[in-house]
């Protein structure tokens, strides 16, 4: 089994910025972090659980959402067995609670919540206008 668990949500004022932060541990048919593909999402009340971006195992891909390039980067330490989401010009609509998830045994970064295999248990954004 795999558990993620996320940290660094908080309360920012727009044109902020703040960093998640998603730390794995565990292990699934012998694989490890360093071979699992990582997906950012979040979801606001009301609203459906949406992309905002993912990497590759190696960190050698990035994709991102069209609402948030140029202002999120997405980064991983497969040494710390970790994953980051570094959020800067944030914007009131960009409040929403952010998941992590990991998909195992994989090459392709998938962009929709369907294919990953497991979820942290989020961490709540609110960007204040």
């Known amino acids: 089994q795999v558990q993620l668990v996320e940290s660094g949500g908080g309360l920012v004022q727009a044109g902020g910025s703040l960093r998640l932060s998603c730390a794995a541990s565990g292990r699934t048919s012998g694989r490890t972090f360093n071979s699992y593909a990582m997906g950012w999402f979040r979801q606001a009340p009301g609203k459906e659980r949406e992309f905002v971006a993912a990497?590759?195992?190696?960190?050698?891909?990035?994709i991102y959402a069209d609402s948030v390039k140029g202002r999120f980067t997405i980064s991983r330490d497969n040494a710390k067995n970790t994953m980051y989401l570094q959020m800067n010009s944030l914007k009131p609509e960009d409040t929403a609670v952010y998941y992590c998830?990991?998909?195992?045994?994989?090459?392709?970064?998938?962009?929709?919540?369907?294919?990953?295999?497991?979820w942290g248990q989020g961490t709540q954004v609110t960007v204040s206008s």
């Open positions: 990497i590759s195992w190696s960190g050698g891909r990035l």
């Open positions: 998830a990991a998909k195992t045994r994989t090459i392709v970064v998938p962009t929709t919540p369907g294919p990953y295999d497991y």
